[in-house]
């Protein structure tokens, strides 16, 4: 969806919603949602079947992946889509794990030349469903060393 449809749906939502017809209004967008949310489960599931790699081909593009999340059917898990993302942007980052909905991201000394915004849009991007994202930059503790996979 390009952003100006994004925007227009959003604007013809509101005034549904601020109409005197709302409950009409949320009943159809559930409606339909649950309609479309019931074809994209059924086609998932045949292209896990029959075309795995298609799916996660398919999977790759930024408004499926939307979708996909929306209705809980992406092939990937929240943590390797973020995971993605990181190796994506380059840098020295890891992903430490969800906190109600929160991503917890360490950065290490190697990630100096990408700014925070541009990590944090990366794993919006990958994960629409996390609120928010948190930076770690002071991850060491006496005897445990950097995250699984880091090396000092």
Do not use: N
């Not at 449809?5 to 339909?32: C, F, K």
């Amino acid at each position: 969806m390009t952003p100006a449809a994004g925007a227009r749906l959003g604007t013809l939502l509101a005034t549904l919603l601020a109409g005197e017809h709302r409950r009409s209004a949320e009943e159809l967008v559930r409606q339909l949602t649950d309609l479309y949310g019931d074809g994209l489960t059924r086609v998932v599931a045949a292209l896990r079947e029959h075309a795995p790699d298609l799916l996660d081909a398919i999977a790759a593009d930024d408004v499926v992946t939307d979708l996909l999340v929306l209705h809980d059917l992406h092939p990937l898990d929240v943590a390797e889509r973020v995971r993605l993302a990181l190796e994506r942007v380059g840098g020295d980052a890891g992903y430490l794990g969800l906190d109600g909905g929160v991503a917890r991201v360490w950065l290490g000394g190697g990630c100096s030349g990408v700014p925070q915004a541009v990590v944090e849009a990366a794993v919006r991007d990958a994960a629409p469903e996390v609120t928010g994202v948190e930076f770690v930059t002071a991850f060491y503790q006496i005897g445990v060393g950097p995250p699984a996979g880091r090396a000092s």
